[in-house]
């Protein structure tokens, strides 16, 4: 039996990967707290350290701010931040 590979009828589509390895790191290491909208666009508290729409957290740059979410990006690979299902932890 031939393999995909040598069948020539058979296309075989080649999918450049990137390396998500920084991005699936920065998801198991960083939590969404908060989420604020405002005039400037909003801001989210990430591990409870303030971020502005622009600023960076571990090279990735925050570029959008959500109702529930946050997406970040580094290198042309996006990583969103969500909510829990039960938000932020309330305050000591």
């Given at each position: 039996r031939l393999s995909t590979l040598e069948q020539p009828d058979v296309p075989v589509v080649v999918t450049p990967t990137r390396?998500?390895?920084p991005a699936e790191r920065f998801q198991r290491e960083h939590r969404l707290n908060a989420v604020m909208a405002n005039t400037e666009g909003g801001y989210a508290?990430?591990?409870g350290q303030r971020l502005r729409l622009?600023?960076?957290?571990?090279?990735f740059t925050l570029v959008a701010v959500q109702p529930r979410s946050i997406v970040l990006e580094s290198k042309g690979?996006?990583?969103v931040l969500s909510l829990s299902d039960?938000?932020?932890p309330?305050?000591?």
């Open positions: 390396d998500l390895e508290i990430v591990d622009g600023h960076t957290l571990d090279g690979v996006q990583v039960g938000g932020a309330a305050p000591d």
